[in-house]
C-alpha cells in the first residue's frame, strides 16, 4: 500500500524558514516524479514545486527549493524567507506507474508573527 506523509510544517515569523519532509511507504521516490502542492484557506490547491526523474527540479517560488534523498526515500521542500502569503497546507504527491496518483494527508504551514 502506497502512504506519503508530510512533515515539518508549523509556526513560523515572517522571513523564517521551514523545510518540510514528505517520506514514502510502498513505493519509491527516486527516479520519479514527486511535487508538492499547497492550499491555503479558501483557495484552490496551487503547485508549487517539482522534481523529475532526472532529478530536474521547477518551483513556481524562488524561495523554495525541492530535493531528494534517495537513501532515506524523501523528499523535502526547504522554504525560506517566508511570507503570511505562505500560509497553507502543504501536500506532496507521486505517480506510482500502473497504479496513479498519490498525495499525503498534507501539513499546515502557517506563516505569522
Known amino acids: 500500500q502506497v502512504q506519503l506523509v508530510e512533515s515539518g510544517g508549523g509556526l513560523v515569523q515572517p522571513g523564517g524558514s521551514l523545510r518540510l519532509s514528505c517520506v514514502a511507504s510502498g513505493t519509491s521516490l527516486s527516479g520519479t516524479f514527486v511535487a508538492w502542492s499547497r492550499q491555503a484557506p479558501g483557495k484552490e490547491r496551487e503547485f508549487v514545486a517539482s522534481?523529475?526523474?532526472?532529478g530536474i527540479t521547477y518551483s513556481t517560488q524562488g524561495r523554495f527549493t525541492i530535493s531528494r534523498d534517495n537513501a532515506k526515500n524523501l523528499v523535502y521542500l526547504q522554504m525560506n524567507g517566508l511570507k503570511p502569503e505562505d500560509t497553507a497546507v502543504y501536500y506532496c504527491y507521486t505517480n506510482v506507474p500502473s497504479q496513479g496518483q498519490y498525495w499525503g494527508q498534507g501539513t499546515q504551514v502557517i506563516v505569522s508573527s
Open positions: 522534481i523529475n526523474p532526472a
